[in-house]
Structure formats: C-alpha cells, structure tokens
C-alpha cells in the first residue's frame, strides 16, 4: 500500500489572546492511513485541523502538502491542495436535495445530471448510502454526515479531516462510517479523525498521535498501546479508567411518570405517552439518539415545557405525600417545597448567565431570599467560593464572567450550583458533553455522591459506555417512545444500540 | 503560482479583557487622533486655524455662566432620557420610543397646568402634574411591552410608531389650546401667575433639573446593580431561557421594566414642560429620545459613564452650533466635526476587542504579538 507522506506540519504554532492553542507542533499524515489526533478538550485538535483547511493560519510553522510547501489561506485554497474538512457542525441548506448541496458554490455550469452520475459512483466505490435527491430535512443526523463527506470527496479531496465524526451518530452508525472510512484508506486516501472516545480510536485508526495543552506529546501505533496508556499520554498522568458503581442504597419510589406526552411549538409529538419511575439512591440513565424527546422529558418533569397529557408525581420522603407536578412552573414546583435540581443541556443558554460572574450566578437561584428588594451578595460568594475549592474550578476568581471559563470549569459551575440545592431529585442532561477526562470523572464521582445520599438520579447521556458503566438502570427512549428499561449492569450494547432506533417504525436500524 | 506563499497581510484576533487603563488609553487615544483629523479637515476645507475653532467649540459652552448653566440644563436632561432607557436596553428592549414617553409626560404636565389652574392650589398641582406626567409616559411605554410580552411583537417599531402618535397628539391639543387663538402654539403657560412651574431653587431655572438627575443617576445606578428587580432585567436581557429555568415571569419584568422606563421619560418630559420651557411644542425633546441611545450605547449602559457621553455629546452640539455662526460655515460642517469624532470614539471599541497583527517574517518568531 502506498504510504507515502502527504501532509507535512512543522513547528506550528498559533495563539488566541492569552491562549496557546498550539505550540511547536510537527505531525505528519499518510495516505493510505487513518489518524486519530486525540487529546483532551482545549488541547488543541481542532485548532491545528483547522489551520490545515484553511479556516485559521498558523502564526507560525510551515506546512507542506505532498511535499511542496504550502500556504492555505482560505477554505478554497486547501480544496485545491485536496485537504477537506467535515465539521462537527454539518453546513448544509435544508431546504436543498443532497445532489444540490454538494454543487453548492462549484464554479461552471450547473449540471444536475452529471453531479448525480458521479455521486452515485462516489458512493459505489465506497459503499456509502445517499439518495442524491433527497432533501436535507428529511435526512437523519448521519445521513446528513454522509452528504458532507460525499461533498468534501466530490471536489476530489483526497486528505479528510473528521472533527468528531461519532458524537452524533448511534452504534450502528459509527459502525457504518467506520467501514466507509476503512476503504477510503484502503483507496489510498488520508484520513485524520478527531477525537477524546478510546474506543473509537482502538477500533478504527492505524495510528494515533497524541496532543496536551496544545503541544505534540507523540504517536503511537494503534495496535502496540492500549487505553491507560493513551490516556496517560493524554493527560499527562496516569489516570484510572474505572467508573465506580456503588449499589443504589435503600431505593424508593421518588419521580412516577405515567403518559406523559408533549408536542413541541411546531405542534410534532416529542414524548408518546412516556412511564417510568426513578428512585431515590439510585442513577436512571436515559439513552436514545439526539431528538428522541430527552429534552423534552427533562423539561417537562422540571416543568419548562408544557405537557398534553399524563402525570409526573412526587413522592415527598419527608412527609409521604404524592405531589402532583403537573402543568406546574419551576417556580409552583420551588414553592410545594420539591427541590428538583436540573443541569441542562445548554448551560450558557439556559442554566447560567455566561456575562455574569460565579457569585451572580450562584444567585440565580437564591437572589429572591432576603425580604428587602435589594440583593444580597454574601451568601452566593461564600457558596461561590466554597465551589471553586470543592469542585476544584480554575479561575482567576469569583468576578470572572462564567463565560470566559473553560467549559469543564463552567460546567463545574452549574453542577456545583445545582448540587447546593440539595435537591431530591437530580436531573442531568449530558453533563460531560465536550468535556475533558479529567473533568468528566469528577462529575461521575458528584453523581455517584448524590445517589449515596439517597438523591434521584436522573442522567441523559450519549456515550452508551459510560451509561453502562456508571448507572443502574437505563430507560431506552426512541422517537419520543419508551423502547425499553435495562438493567445497567447486565446491559448489552448492541441490545440498547436497536433499541434507540427499533421502536416507532420500519426502519430498524441496520 | 509564485505568490503562493504569501501570507495574508493583517490577521484580526481577539482580544483577552484589557486592563482599564489601558482600554481608557486607547478611548483616550481614539480622541486625540478625531481631534487632528477634525484640525486637518478644518485647515483643508475652510481654511480656518483650526484651534481657534476648537476655541470656539469650548467657548461655546464655557465663555459665560449662562451658557454653562445651558450646558448643564441640556447635558441633565440628555442624560434623564437615557438613564430611562437603560433598565430597557439591558433586557435587550430596545426602547425607541423616548421622544413619544417624553412627548407624553409633557403633554399630561401641559393638561394640568391649563386644566386645574383654576381648580387647584400651585402645592396641590405641583405633586399632580408630577404624578400624571409620570403615569403618562408609564402608558406610553406600557403598550409596547404588553404586545411584546404577550404576542412576541417587535418592539423597536412597536415603540418607534408610537413616537408618531405622541406627536400627532400633541399638534391636536396645540391647536385646542392655543393662545392666541390662530396662533398654533401654545406659548407660554401661565405666564403671570407661574402656575405649576417647577420652582427655581436660588433663583437658577435650572438647578432643579440638575439635582433630579443627579439623584436619578445614582438611583439608577443602584437599581441596575444591587436590587432584586435590576438582576432579573440583566438575567432576561441576557438570557430569556435561563430566566424562565429559574423560574423568573419573563412577561412580569418585560412589563414593569417597560413601565419604568416610560416613567422615567414621562418624568423628563414634565421636566422640559413644567422646570424650564413652560411650553409644550411637538420638537420640544430636541430628539433626545434617540440621542439617548447613542448615550447609553457608548456608556455601554452604565449609568455613571452615562454622564461623561452625555456631556461629550451635549458639548460637541453646542460648539458645533456656535462655529457655524462665528466662522459664518455651514451647519453642516459641525455636523462633519461631529461625525469625525464619534466615529472615532465608536470605532476605538474594535480596537479594545480585537488585535490586529500585520504580516510578519517567521524568524521572529514569537514575541512580536504581545
């Protein structure tokens, strides 16, 4: 197999305000190879990728592409060094058919019959599945994915770039786009994969280089290393891998969900008469693909989102009483005395204020306490300050705004905030979503302290590992449906993987 | 391709925060340049030595006592409008409609100086044409919000038309109650007896609207940052999801913020009517509810800067208006000087966010982007 060099980075270096985001970094990218750049978050992947498609240019360093030095000052400029990069966040006009957005923006006449030739012999060769004439809406998150590569591979890209291709896509998909991607490599092509997901990088890449604090740590060969050390690597110590799983102590009945249906602003069915029950000491994980009405049930429990039908009831440990939460506010729900603590998936869109500083939004939640009507700051900056010491936040202090913290900090941020609630049931929505290991293991460790103090847990993830590893039961959710309650510790993942995409139709998934 | 390893001539980043002295040395900066540019124009276009057109901008409205008290009158009342329309701006409502609140307060000030002239005592009307104006410009501005709160209109041509009808309104009662008759203007209220006039402390027309925004300013000030009300106008402006997650009635504030605000316009309003003019005309706010929000704007709603662009505003206006007489120039040309400045005031804002580095070689490597 041809595996001659095909990009070559040398001493690359670029710098955002304060921030190194990348510093003296040399790595070179082979045809006829996959490479997973891995790195925690804010190591710097995507900044260097990114230098190579022409989004950023590096404040130094060279690069060369087959061997010629190169300059890419733009997006066009690396389309024609065949450098293409699929983003994490698809660019595509909806309202267009697969055919018409990969011509979008090519120069010459506009021939639709010709593009559907050559994307149907694209995807031949490769085994991709598009319908060249269908339109964007009607596509499935990975079917949208596939549209972007099949675009970056129309304008005769040979080295492709994948910013964290899996996030959004179920087992079976990434499956899917593991194989497509094997026999790009096996054509001759480049392929770099971002990523943080061990797994993934085991399973799929040939060799895997290693970024820290915007610095080149180094390669290995996938097949001659193993997790702890890619993950040493990574973080730069050594690091235990294992998830704790406590037994759930003394569980009770808390939250009992029966029918709940809701139908979002455009009037579509987001939750089909949904039932479950969470318990107290114990953590329920919700799985599904993104959309499956995750949100939506969050929202509708927390009382954000107005329900059409069923109930959502509480059952108070204090004093026994069954308190019907339906067609309450946040605010109703607070006043019943159900302290109900939610994390939200958008943390600076909707559980925090990111031009605030912590103490400001600490007080989010307290600053109507206080019978005058002037705010009292000194309790929020004590509990300010008391979760940047427990949580072990970095930040220059209690008067920076949340936004200018890393996101593991700010998450750090909102987890801490809704833990001093000392809430009865703890509602999570992808808490570890973009963060680092480090991070992400401090928040499983919060969990695992609030079920051991008999909280609810209810926690909506997307890594179907982590899901297995770290809760007691998983309630499978499938187009607003419930596909079914799993036993986390005797899960199977394939099981749950037909399970997210089995239920409410004939399309099954694989 | 020999171009083809060229780098791209500047690159544009952003900034981390700046210390403040060094953002102010920049805002500093920023004027010191206008000022030359304004010298260069002048020298080229008019001829004229260009400090003494300086000189006369100052003068303008430090000369004579008079005109410092002008300069005061104007800068308060500047500067009334735009604390009223900071509690709005902050909740990300933009309040366009100070010209028609403020048309309002004065206009219900008006009705009461000539309605209850006869009925009240001067100390029983005083406290009345407070409260009316007040209430009025509360209406003025209340409309808008309910439509915003309840149908999700917009709100910046919602309170913009209204400006129209408070002008409508008041040509209409300008003709009801004209004096003379055919006159088309009102004149002025009470002329003789001083009914309803705000009462001039130490014989300055003037003072009394100072103290009034002097005290606003500091309330306003307070409000915004240390009261319960202010925060939750901060959390909506920032994020109208955060504040319904915690359980804030977004309508409620909407609502009584815009309540607030067309109060404090009413207020202005009366100010105008009743402390100095003692007239009602359709052009008697002199377009300060829209200067306003350059005010609040370049403040970056901060009520205590509010002063400094309120003042640099008002001042630039005067000696603008005065150059055009003393060099016998077109009105026009003060408006160039005033452009040039603000331009460069409002452009200094993309220099404090963004940092601009210039093509460099690689051997130098590193340090030269600090």
């Given at each position: 197999m041809n595996t001659s060099v095909a990009v070559e980075m040398r001493n690359i270096s670029k710098r955002f305000g304060t921030v190194q985001?990348?510093?003296d970094v040399s790595l070179d990218i082979r045809r006829g190879e996959i490479l997973a750049l891995l790195g925690e978050n804010g190591s710097g992947k995507t900044t260097l990728m990114n230098m190579l498609a022409g989004i950023y240019f590096p404040d130094s360093g060279t690069i060369s592409v087959n061997g010629e030095p190169a300059v890419i000052a733009s997006p066009k400029e690396a389309f024609e060094l065949g450098i293409g990069m699929i983003h994490q966040h698809f660019k595509l006009v909806?309202?267009?058919s697969a055919a018409e957005n990969i011509v979008l923006g090519l120069e010459g006449k506009l021939d639709l019959k010709s593009a559907v030739k050559k994307i149907r012999e694209i995807c031949d060769a490769y085994g991709f599945d598009v319908n060249p004439s269908q339109k964007i809406y009607d596509m499935s998150v990975s079917q949208k994915q596939t549209v972007e590569i099949v675009k970056v591979l129309y304008r005769g890209a040979d080295i492709l770039i994948l910013d964290e291709p899996t996030a959004v896509l179920t087992p079976q998909e990434t499956d899917k786009l593991f194989a497509v991607l094997r026999n790009m490599r096996d054509d001759g092509k480049a392929i770099v994969i971002i990523t943080h997901k061990l797994n993934e990088v085991q399973t799929l890449s040939d060799k895997v280089a290693v970024l820290r604090g915007g610095r080149y740590i180094g390669t290995l060969i996938t097949k001659d290393t193993n997790a702890q050390e890619m993950t040493d690597m990574m973080v730069g110590r050594a690091v235990s891998l294992n998830i704790d799983r406590p037994d759930p102590v003394d569980p009770q009945l808390r939250l009992e969900i029966r029918d709940l249906t809701v139908r979002n602003e455009e009037g579509l069915l987001k939750l089909d008469h949904v039932s479950f029950d969470a318990n107290s000491g114990e953590i329920l994980g919700i799985a599904g693909i993104s959309g499956a009405g995750q949100k939506e049930l969050l929202e509708a429990i927390y009382g954000l989102q107005g329900t059409e039908e069923g109930t959502v009831i509480f059952h108070d440990p204090e004093t026994n009483k069954a308190i019907d939460l339906k067609y309450k506010t946040p605010m109703q729900i607070r006043q019943l005395g159900v302290s109900l603590s939610f994390v939200p998936e958008d943390r600076l869109g909707m559980g925090l204020v990111g031009s605030m500083d912590i103490t400001d939004n600490m007080m989010l939640r307290s600053y109507r306490s206080g019978p005058h009507g002037f705010l009292n700051r000194k309790a929020p900056k004590s509990m300010a300050r008391w979760i940047i010491r427990e949580l072990e936040i970095s930040t220059p202090g209690t008067t920076t705004p949340v936004r200018r913290l890393s996101g593991g900090n700010v998450q750090k941020v909102l987890v801490g905030r809704e833990i001093a609630q000392t809430p009865k049931v703890l509602m999570m929505a992808y808490p570890v979503r973009g963060l680092d290991i480090n991070s992400s293991y401090t928040i499983y460790q919060l969990m695992n302290l609030q079920k051991e103090k008999g909280v609810a847990v209810i926690f909506v993830g997307e890594d179907l590992d982590v899901l297995m590893e770290l809760c007691d039961r998983i309630l499978v959710l499938c187009a607003g449906k419930v596909s079914g309650m799993v036993d986390g510790r005797k899960a199977d993942k394939q099981k749950i993987g037909m399970m997210m995409t089995r239920v409410g139709g004939e399309q099954d998934g694989e | 391709m020999a171009n083809k390893l060229k780098e791209p001539l500047i690159h544009i980043s952003r900034r981390s925060v700046l210390p403040w002295y060094q953002s102010w040395g920049i805002r500093a900066g920023a004027v010191i340049l206008s000022l030359g540019v304004c010298a260069l124009v002048t020298m080229l276009t008019t001829g004229e030595n260009p400090f003494s057109v300086f000189g006369a901008i100052y003068d303008a409205s430090f000369s004579t006592q008079r005109r410092t008290w002008v300069l005061f009158q104007n800068i308060a009342m500047l500067l009334s409008v735009s604390l009223a329309v900071v509690p709005a701006f902050r909740m990300r409502f933009w309040n366009l409609g100070g010209e028609g609140q403020m048309l309002a307060g004065g206009l219900a000030s008006t009705a009461c100086m000539i309605c209850l002239r006869d009925v009240l005592p001067n100390a029983v009307l005083i406290p009345v044409i407070v409260v009316c104006s007040i209430a009025a410009g509360a209406i003025w501005g209340m409309i808008p919000a309910l439509f915003k709160a309840k149908w999700g209109t917009n709100e910046t041509l919602f309170t913009l038309m209204m400006n129209y009808i408070a002008i409508q309104l008041v040509s209409f009662f300008i003709i009801v109650w004209e004096m003379p008759k055919g006159a088309g203007q009102i004149g002025i209220i009470n002329q003789n007896t001083e009914i309803g006039w705000l009462p001039a402390i130490g014989g300055q027309k003037y003072l009394l609207n100072i103290i009034v925004v002097a005290v606003l300013t500091a309330a306003m000030y307070v409000y915004m940052n240390y009261s319960k009300q202010g925060y939750e106008i901060s959390v909506v402006g920032e994020s109208v999801r955060t504040a319904r997650y915690v359980g804030i009635k977004v309508e409620r504030v909407i609502v009584r913020t815009m309540i607030i605000s067309g109060a404090l316009c009413g207020l202005t309003g009366m100010l105008l009517v009743?402390?100095?003019?003692?007239t009602l005309t359709t052009t008697i706010t002199g377009g300060r509810g829209f200067t306003a929000v350059l005010v609040a704007w370049m403040a970056k709603f901060n009520p205590v800067w509010m002063i400094l662009t309120s003042f640099l505003l008002v001042f630039l206006d005067k000696g603008a208006g005065d150059i055009t007489t003393k060099f016998g120039l077109n009105r026009s040309f003060s408006d160039i000087l005033t452009g040039i400045i603000l331009f460069f005031i409002i452009g200094s804002e993309f220099f404090i966010n963004y940092r601009i580095s210039f093509r460099h070689s690689a051997k130098k490597g590193e340090t030269d982007h600090v």
């Open positions: 985001a990348n510093q909806d309202v267009l | 009743s402390g100095t003019d003692h």
